[in-house]
């Protein structure tokens, strides 16, 4: 448990949401809050429907039910470029880092929706193009710096180890300067150190740039430490929603993870 | 020894942004165009002119342009001919019906020509993707040509669709000598190289990029999908349909719709996959190895004819090229997917340690 | 109504002449994940091998025993030089490579036998069938109706070997994931030299019946961009589809040949497949028989 900060008003809500494909059902009537400033926890079983969740937030699916309010608006569905318009940034579980490019350029990516010179320009490059370039330049170097991969700016991302791609992709989503942060698994496949540098950082970003984040996680050690709410889900549907202490110690969220019959 | 990076420290992000941050590839560059501009012209003759230098400029412009949609942005094309046959058509009806407009204004247009003509048989790439979307290019490739040729308007009602390119007049003086089209070809091609370059070193070619390696995450992030592939198709078919315009005003002189065919359409296609997906260079030195390999290969066989007195039929020549070029094109893919491109730049990490073996 | 019914048996009957060109692509695109491009070029080798032996007074049988014996032999011989080296690499390469493989074929194929063009005779004469002529005044021909009964048995025989027999799952794996087949244990060299030698096949028969409607020429290689919109409509992995797809094809084609061309000018072939098949994407992006691709984030 974290000692107590400056956690504000909810900034996300989900309710009710339900999503299904075709016959399989994914989420059953979700309900939740995220407040601001705050690490809200994900977790359960595999196939819970946890990245479902995630990209239901994002954009990415459409639930069939259920509205999304963020930041006090409310709707059904919104398409993952307004989500990202509206500064909500995500990782993926798989890692979604653009291949061809090189780190420098993929973390570039994540400033897109703060530049604006047309294409024109850009095809002139000095002038407002350049100045734009060399601005976000500046903001992507502090991020740079912040997740400490200042000597692999410009290696291909293909060619970097899985530990450090993750890194890459939290800086991608970091540099859009969002205020809802999605992680999925930002820590699978680790070893224990490179856990211990990941869980550092994500609370570097929630004590330093106030972002709130979720965060879809299984080791029990990481949520307990850094989260301040756990939200559990099992097959689709929420069994429990609390702080670590109490969703340790819920009979329903034993039972899930032993595996007892349905 | 002569290649070190040793001493050339950048200061600024500016300076770390530079196409060229090694100094001795600026000078080389700087060689590299004062040659092209000042010495060639002094020295080449009309055969080199208008056989070799020209063309190739001119299928480099469509390289890159192809290259832009292909390489950078990942939307395979094969209707790169019909975009220069936009051009080259619109260029001679906009120089003839408004013969007040200087030629590179014709060009402009025609180039915007080809770019609305891209942006509508783009549309497709919104729901298709990978070979569907080819086969989307190769509709739009054949429906251009029979567009063409039937619509008489086209080609001002001359039979069989020929046009002839018109006099191409600058400020008062007349390029018609085969040193001034290479030239004036060289200076709209280098122009526009440059602006290609900015372009996808800036978001334009990120986002490209970005849409090329994983489409769902660049949506995620904020790029907009139907607005990039468009963008994408808008700017290619540009540069193709000025490509083409070039094609019919500086080097042809005559051409009909057939001079745009799907042959053409797969030669820039091995000049991006030799030269290098995604590269700018590439694009040049892919055109410069297909311009070059007829050529090479005829002087080969003449030679061969001198050492051992036989005579090589021009269909013979013609069918070992066909191979020879097959052959090439797979080989490159087996050993070097990436290009010469790729090619050129081991070349420099070697010449960095040369002489030393490391 | 009598002419348009000619028409459509027209069409449908040349349909079935490129479903014939189509069923190769579709055979190697579901063994191998590769897009042949080079399909229409192994049917003009094979069409001109023949035909150059039959002339030099090969006996028929004979010089379709040793042209199979050929394309097999071609068939491993890619395999081995070409898609052997290109394991694992993005389908992207492998249809360029493809492409040069056209190249390859077309410069051998005239480099070995020459450029003239060869008329092919199979013993079928191209007339209409009497007595349905007299009855109805309907003009089929009795070589079409051959063509279509070939094709239609082919087509059977390969969608029994896919589905039913061990080999066929091998290919399906194969072409689904190249890696997990070599790591189940599934021997990808043979399995792919068994494809293409099939294609080859396939190829020849294809050869034979396009070379006796159309004389063997070098037109033949363009076959490849015939039946690329069959394919767009019958999905690249279905062999049902393929005739499907070539049933559709072919008759708008003819259709729109003789009803529309007229109109606009003519020559509408060269398009009007593509953007029939443009049209038919939009609304299903994965063919009539295709598979869904669904991407998983």
Redesign the interface.
């Known amino acids: 448990m974290r000692p107590e900060r400056n956690i504000g008003a909810p900034i996300l809500l989900v309710n009710g949401v339900s999503l299904a494909f075709g016959g399989v059902r994914a989420l059953h009537e979700v309900s939740f809050d995220v407040r601001e400033h705050e690490v809200r926890a994900i977790i359960g079983p595999n196939g819970a429907g946890k990245s479902s969740l995630l990209n239901v937030i994002n954009g990415v699916y459409r639930p069939q039910q259920g509205t999304i309010t963020f930041k006090a608006k409310t709707r059904h569905d919104m398409d993952p470029h307004e989500a990202a318009a509206q500064g909500i940034a995500r990782t993926f579980q798989n890692i979604a880092l653009f291949r061809g490019m090189t780190v420098l350029d993929n973390i570039m990516t994540g400033r897109s929706l703060k530049m604006s010179a047309s294409f024109l320009a850009q095809a002139l490059w000095f002038g407002p193009a350049q100045r734009e370039e060399l601005e976000n330049r500046r903001k992507v170097e502090e991020v740079i710096d912040f997740l400490e991969i200042q000597h692999v700016r410009r290696v291909p991302v293909g060619r970097l180890p899985y530990g450090l791609q993750k890194r890459v992709e939290l800086a991608r989503a970091l540099a859009a300067e969002p205020d809802l942060l999605l992680l999925d698994e930002p820590m699978s496949g680790m070893n224990l150190e490179e856990k211990q540098d990941m869980c550092r950082f994500v609370l570097d970003v929630n004590d330093q740039y106030g972002t709130t984040i979720v965060l879809i996680e299984h080791d029990m050690g990481v949520v307990m430490d850094i989260s301040d709410r756990v939200l559990v889900l099992d097959y689709g549907r929420q069994i429990a929603d609390g702080t670590p202490d109490e969703v340790r110690c819920d009979q329903a969220v034993i039972d899930a993870y032993l595996g007892v019959a349905h | 020894m002569l290649y070190r990076e040793a001493g050339q420290f950048k200061s600024t992000y500016a300076e770390d942004q530079q196409i060229f941050p090694i100094r001795q590839d600026r000078i080389g560059v700087a060689i590299l165009l004062a040659l092209a501009f000042v010495m060639v012209p002094l020295v080449a003759n009309e055969y080199w002119f208008s056989a070799i230098l020209t063309p190739f400029l001119v299928l480099s412009l469509a390289t890159l342009g192809l290259n832009i949609l292909t390489g950078y942005a990942g939307q395979l094309s094969l209707g790169t001919g019909a975009f220069m046959a936009v051009g080259a058509f619109m260029a001679y009806n906009f120089a003839l019906r408004l013969p007040w407009m200087p030629v590179l204004g014709s060009f402009v247009l025609a180039g915007l020509c080809a770019a609305a003509v891209g942006i509508a048989f783009g549309l497709p790439s919104l729901r298709i993707k990978g070979f569907y979307l080819a086969v989307a290019t190769l509709a739009c490739q054949f429906f251009v040509l029979w567009a063409l040729q039937k619509i008489g308007w086209f080609s001002n009602h001359s039979a069989s669709g020929v046009i002839t390119a018109q006099r191409i007049e600058i400020l008062g003086y007349t390029v018609d000598s085969p040193a001034a089209k290479y030239l004036l070809t060289l200076a709209i091609v280098s122009v526009l190289a440059l602006a290609a370059k900015n372009l996808m070193r800036s978001e334009t070619g990120r986002s490209f990029m970005a849409v090329r390696d994983m489409d769902v995450a660049a949506s995620v992030i904020g790029i907009r999908i139907m607005h990039t592939k468009l963008l994408a198709f808008a700017i290619s078919s540009f540069y193709c349909g000025v490509a083409g315009a070039l094609y019919a005003f500086c080097y042809l002189g005559t051409v009909e719709p057939e001079a745009f065919d799907l042959d053409l359409s797969f030669r820039v296609l091995f000049m991006v996959i030799i030269g290098g997906v995604g590269s700018i260079l590439g694009s040049f030195l892919g055109a410069a190895f297909i311009t070059l390999l007829p050529i090479f290969l005829n002087l080969a066989s003449e030679a061969i004819a001198h050492a051992f007195d036989v005579q090589i039929s021009h269909a013979i020549q013609s069918n070992v090229e066909l191979i020879i070029f097959g052959g090439l094109i797979i080989f490159f893919l087996i050993v070097e997917p990436q290009g010469l491109a790729r090619l050129w730049q081991i070349g420099k990490e070697k010449l960095r340690l040369w002489p030393f073996p490391h | 109504m009598a002419f348009f019914i000619e028409v459509l048996a027209g069409g449908l009957l040349a349909g079935v002449m490129y479903s014939l060109v189509a069923l190769g692509f579709v055979l190697i695109y579901k063994a191998s994940g590769v897009?042949n491009f080079a399909q229409g070029a192994m049917v003009f080798f094979a069409a001109l091998t023949f035909v150059s032996l039959v002339e030099r007074g090969v006996d028929f049988w004979l010089a379709f025993l040793i042209t199979l014996a050929v394309m097999v032999g071609l068939g491993i011989a890619i395999e081995r030089?070409?898609l052997r080296?290109?394991v694992n690499?993005p389908?992207?390469?492998l249809?360029?490579?493809t492409?040069?493989?056209?190249?390859?074929?077309?410069?051998?194929s005239?480099?070995t036998w020459?450029?003239q063009p060869h008329g092919l005779e199979l013993g079928l004469p191209d007339v209409p069938f009497e007595w349905l002529a007299a009855k109805t005044n309907i003009n089929i021909s009795q070589f079409d109706l051959f063509a279509a009964l070939t094709a239609g048995v082919l087509v059977a025989a390969l969608a029994v070997f896919f589905q039913k027999t061990r080999i066929g799952r091998a290919l399906r794996a194969v072409a689904d994931d190249h890696q997990a087949a070599l790591a189940v244990g599934i021997p990808l060299q043979q399995i792919w030299a068994i494809v293409w030698a099939v294609a080859g096949f396939v190829a020849l028969v294809a050869g034979l019946m396009w070379g006796a409607r159309n004389g063997v020429q070098y037109a033949l290689t363009f076959l490849a961009?015939k039946a690329?919109?069959v394919l767009?409509l019958g999905g690249?992995e279905s062999v049902p589809g393929a005739i499907v797809g070539g049933l559709i094809i072919g008759a708008s084609e003819k259709l729109a040949e003789v009803y529309l061309g007229p109109h606009?000018?003519g020559?509408?072939e060269?398009?009007f497949p593509?953007?029939l098949?443009?049209a038919f994407?939009?609304v299903r992006?994965q063919g009539l028989f295709g598979e869904k691709i669904i991407?998983?984030?």
């Open positions: 897009f030089v070409m080296p290109l690499q389908p992207i390469t249809f360029m490579a492409i040069g493989l056209t190249f390859v074929l077309e410069g051998l005239q480099l020459g450029s961009l690329l919109p767009i690249f606009v000018g020559g509408i060269s398009w593509y953007v098949a443009l994407l939009l992006p991407e998983r984030v």
